[in-house]
């Protein structure tokens, strides 16, 4: 019996130049940072598995066979897709609020806050938030899941002869302006918090918020089926179920936290003045913009009543602007720029649950006394030692709950000042409190837990003093320029 030769060792080639055709793809991989480790390349490995599942389950989608697509069909879908990217432009305008109303050493922070949540919002509500939504009745008005998709998860994009016929809006399109709206409600959130909150807590609570607690709570409503939307209560575009539920959200965060150091010296409120005004008016001229999908977008379709709704939204705007900048002449001696912005975007709010039930000089007036709201709101805020940075608790929890039961008082068809009784107020009370008590209590109990586990919610004495752009991300917005340490 003879042995076989022994083949000599042949060592991987470190340099590709020296490799063979069959070593090339292990010499390239090498070569990139992290393929070398184990535990990266068993992640990797998990992707083709994962995009098989998903590939399955789009495979269960195909559309039917379609007739010829009607005008209707193609309008609708169109319009609204146009207002759902709108919406979703909306975070560029929150971003840059709240960065130029904060000081320049948090402004990495900020920017990276608004970024991300938005990716959080698509991801979580496309998972199971949309399910959670305008799925089928598991508690009959109170609780909804399964909406066509994998396990009740996601959503089936087909797309049927009837959707076609009836000029009905596809799954996808209607997904994709929902979860700009989910995103928005996020985004609030960011406002209340801003200058003191880790990174990641603040990331686990979006996805928390988007995936559970706001589409539990739309679902009383914007599903048919829900129980406010049974009895009558009328939000027809989100001041209360988008900006009142993020503002609860935020407000608990920021009990939490407590104020910025230095805000509050021997109890009284201390100006922290933002860093670029520049920036936060552009920011409030793009949310003017994008309210454009915001409110015409929410009809969900193209009719006569979406020009009337961008009209009311504009002079709910518009009136919201002269009553702030007003008001802050008369208690401030001088005009003030960041009241006239959050004046806007408290008209804004103010019109948003009943743009399209308002005559339009009634739109004006609401969008004014939500300009006085938002400007004493901020007082009271401060008053009561709540540090909110922007804000945000005053123009979408204080002018969100108003413009909520304004509809009772101005709705032209329901509203108590033009003789049609107490009822729909009535109704309108019943939703802002049921809004703010589950809100209320879901946040509380995920900010508890978060700090909890994590140790806290809030950066460090250090990392705030020096800035959260250096302490949570290793950079700064304005590196040629020496960052103020206050």
Same mark, same amino acid.
């Given at each position: 019996?003879?042995?076989?030769?022994?083949?000599?060792?042949?060592?991987?080639?470190?340099?590709?130049?020296?490799?063979?055709?069959?070593?090339?793809?292990?010499?390239?991989?090498?070569?990139?940072?992290?393929?070398?480790?184990?535990?990266?390349?068993?992640?990797?490995?998990?992707?083709?598995?994962?995009?098989?599942?998903?590939?399955?389950?789009?495979?269960?989608?195909?559309?039917?066979?379609?007739?010829?697509?009607?005008?209707?069909?193609?309008?609708?879908?169109?319009?609204?897709?146009?207002?759902?990217?709108?919406?979703?432009?909306?975070?560029?305008?929150?971003?840059?609020?709240?960065?130029?109303?904060?000081?320049?050493?948090?402004?990495?922070?900020?920017?990276?806050?608004?970024?991300?949540?938005?990716?959080?919002?698509?991801?979580?509500?496309?998972?199971?938030?949309?399910?959670?939504?305008?799925?089928?009745?598991?508690?009959?008005?109170?609780?909804?899941?399964?909406?066509?998709?994998?396990?009740?998860?996601?959503?089936?994009?087909?797309?049927?002869?009837?959707?076609?016929?009836?000029?009905?809006?596809?799954?996808?399109?209607?997904?994709?302006?929902?979860?700009?709206?989910?995103?928005?409600?996020?985004?609030?959130?960011?406002?209340?918090?801003?200058?003191?909150?880790?990174?990641?807590?603040?990331?686990?609570?979006?996805?928390?918020?988007?995936?559970?607690?706001?589409?539990?709570?739309?679902?009383?409503?914007?599903?048919?089926?829900?129980?406010?939307?049974?009895?009558?209560?009328?939000?027809?575009?989100?001041?209360?179920?988008?900006?009142?539920?993020?503002?609860?959200?935020?407000?608990?965060?920021?009990?939490?936290?407590?104020?910025?150091?230095?805000?509050?010296?021997?109890?009284?409120?201390?100006?922290?003045?933002?860093?670029?005004?520049?920036?936060?008016?552009?920011?409030?001229?793009?949310?003017?913009?994008?309210?454009?999908?915001?409110?015409?977008?929410?009809?969900?379709?193209?009719?006569?009543?979406?020009?009337?709704?961008?009209?009311?939204?504009?002079?709910?705007?518009?009136?919201?602007?002269?009553?702030?900048?007003?008001?802050?002449?008369?208690?401030? @001696?001088?005009?003030? !720029?960041?009241?006239? +912005?959050? *004046?806007? =975007? $408290?008209?804004? /709010?103010?019109?948003?649950?009943?743009?399209?039930?308002?005559?339009?000089?009634?739109?004006?007036?609401?969008?004014?006394?939500?300009?006085?709201?938002?400007?004493?709101?901020?007082?009271?805020?401060?008053?009561?030692?709540?540090?909110?940075?922007?804000?945000?608790?005053?123009?979408?929890?204080?002018?969100?709950?108003?413009?909520?039961?304004?509809?009772?008082?101005?709705?032209?068809?329901?509203?108590?000042?033009?003789?049609? @009784?107490?009822?729909? !107020?009535?109704?309108? +009370?019943? *939703?802002? =409190? $049921?809004?703010? /008590?589950?809100?209320?209590?879901?946040?509380?109990?995920?900010?508890?837990?978060?700090?909890?586990?994590?140790?806290?919610?809030?950066?460090?004495?250090?990392?705030?003093?020096?800035?959260?752009?250096?302490?949570?991300?290793?950079?700064?917005?304005?590196?040629?320029?020496?960052?103020?340490?206050?």
């Amino acid at each position: 019996m003879t042995a076989a030769p022994s083949v000599p060792y042949r060592q991987r080639p470190k340099r590709l130049r020296d490799a063979t055709l069959l070593e090339t793809p292990a010499v390239l991989a090498g070569k990139i940072r992290g393929l070398s480790n184990p535990r990266t390349l068993t992640w990797l490995a998990c992707v083709p598995v994962a995009l098989f599942g998903l590939g399955l389950f789009n495979l269960s989608a195909h559309a039917a066979d379609l007739p010829e697509l009607t005008p209707a069909f193609l309008i609708n879908n169109l319009w609204l897709l146009v207002a759902a990217i709108l919406v979703i432009f909306m975070n560029a305008g929150f971003a840059m609020v709240e960065a130029g109303m904060c000081r320049q050493k948090n402004a990495v922070n900020i920017l990276a806050k608004n970024l991300i949540v938005f990716a959080l919002a698509a991801s979580a509500y496309w998972i199971i938030g949309y399910s959670l939504m305008y799925g089928e009745a598991v508690v009959p008005g109170w609780l909804f899941f399964g909406k066509g998709g994998f396990l009740g998860l996601f959503f089936d994009p087909a797309v049927t002869p009837d959707m076609v016929k009836d000029g009905a809006l596809v799954p996808s399109v209607d997904f994709l302006f929902q979860v700009a709206f989910a995103g928005t409600a996020a985004t609030i959130v960011s406002g209340l918090v801003a200058e003191r909150i880790k990174f990641g807590e603040f990331v686990v609570f979006s996805l928390v918020l988007v995936g559970f607690v706001y589409p539990i709570a739309g679902s009383w409503k914007w599903n048919a089926d829900g129980w406010l939307n049974q009895i009558g209560f009328i939000d027809f575009a989100g001041s209360t179920l988008v900006h009142s539920v993020g503002a609860w959200a935020g407000i608990v965060g920021a009990i939490i936290l407590g104020p910025r150091i230095g805000k509050f010296m021997d109890g009284k409120p201390q100006a922290i003045p933002g860093h670029n005004l520049a920036i936060a008016t552009l920011g409030c001229l793009i949310l003017w913009i994008g309210w454009y999908g915001f409110n015409p977008g929410s009809v969900l379709s193209m009719n006569e009543t979406v020009p009337y709704i961008a009209v009311t939204t504009t002079l709910g705007a518009a009136g919201g602007a002269i009553a702030a900048t007003i008001l802050s002449q008369i208690t401030g @001696g001088k005009p003030d !720029l960041t009241m006239t +912005i959050n *004046g806007i =975007l $408290a008209g804004l /709010v103010g019109i948003t649950a009943g743009c399209d039930g308002y005559s339009m000089p009634a739109a004006w007036v609401v969008g004014f006394l939500a300009g006085l709201l938002v400007v004493f709101s901020v007082a009271i805020v401060d008053k009561l030692g709540i540090d909110d940075p922007v804000g945000a608790w005053s123009v979408h929890g204080t002018c969100g709950i108003f413009g909520t039961l304004a509809v009772g008082l101005f709705n032209s068809d329901k509203g108590l000042l033009l003789g049609h @009784g107490f009822a729909q !107020l009535g109704l309108q +009370i019943l *939703g802002a =409190l $049921a809004y703010a /008590v589950f809100v209320v209590v879901a946040s509380f109990i995920t900010w508890a837990v978060l700090g909890a586990v994590s140790g806290g919610i809030r950066v460090t004495e250090t990392e705030e003093l020096e800035g959260l752009d250096i302490g949570e991300h290793g950079m700064e917005a304005y590196p040629d320029f020496n960052t103020i340490s206050t």
